[in-house]
């Protein structure tokens, strides 16, 4: 079974920090990878996506991650974050089964 | 592009009561998912329905019971609700052929159980 594993529970950053937030996974096969955006009081939207091919994948709204198979790692970075960042970010991943599996999210407070 | 559709948006119930929840999707997505989101726990797995006809248990299945309605239409029912209960529950869809699984969600819906 796959899990996933966020290391930031809370964030909080002044704008125009840089961001990074840690993501690990377990799973033995091939896997697809991705980070999902939760704005207060809205649904999951998604951020980026990795498939295959290059392990640096660029999302929308200035973020990034990378995959880095041999760490089992698919961090989200952000050079410089801005107040409308605010928002509660997971990780998560499927595996043979396509079933996503969430980490437990990682609150981000940004201050003007 | 309606994407998935879940109602209702709150719910308020007395300990006991049973309700259902809606999900619809119009991607044409074989599999769907209803998971709730609880604090600090991010979000866990109740069921889930890889194709039309076919329901298996996720990680939290107790206290609940689906229905795969058809392609479109995927259904959690509470059968008598439990404040342990309370959450916000996520209803999600995807597909395993192109361009991906990438998982599209339903607005939520913000039950409390008293």
């Known amino acids: 079974a796959q899990s996933v594993s966020q290391h930031n529970h809370h964030v909080i950053l002044s704008e125009a920090a840089s961001l990074e937030l840690g993501c690990n996974y377990s799973?033995?096969?091939?896997?697809?990878l991705f980070w999902y955006v939760q704005y207060p009081g809205q649904h999951l939207q998604l951020l980026l996506k990795y498939f295959s091919g290059d392990p640096l994948v660029k999302g929308i709204k200035g973020f990034e991650a990378e995959f880095i198979k041999s760490k089992f790692s698919f961090n989200l970075r952000k050079p410089s974050v801005q107040w409308s960042d605010t928002a509660e970010y997971f990780c998560?991943?499927?595996?043979?089964?396509?079933?996503?599996?969430f980490g437990r999210g990682t609150s981000l407070i940004v201050h003007p | 592009n309606a994407g998935v559709t879940q109602t209702p948006k709150f719910q308020v119930l007395k300990t006991g009561q049973s309700m259902t929840l809606q999900c619809a999707q119009d991607?044409?997505?074989?599999?769907m998912y209803w998971y709730r989101q609880d604090p600090g726990m991010g979000l866990r797995l109740i069921y889930y329905?890889?194709?039309?006809?076919?329901?298996d248990k996720g990680e939290v299945p107790n206290g609940y019971n689906v229905s795969r309605l058809n392609k479109r239409e995927f259904s959690l029912r509470l059968e008598s609700a439990a404040p342990s209960q309370t959450s916000v529950y996520f209803c999600a869809s995807n597909t395993i052929e192109v361009p991906g699984p990438e998982a599209f969600f339903g607005q939520g819906t913000r039950l409390t159980v008293v």
């Open positions: 329905s890889a194709s039309e006809g076919t329901t």
């Open positions: 998560a991943v499927t595996g043979g089964s396509y079933i996503p599996t």
């Open positions: 799973y033995g096969g091939t896997v697809n």
């Open positions: 991607m044409n997505h074989n599999s």
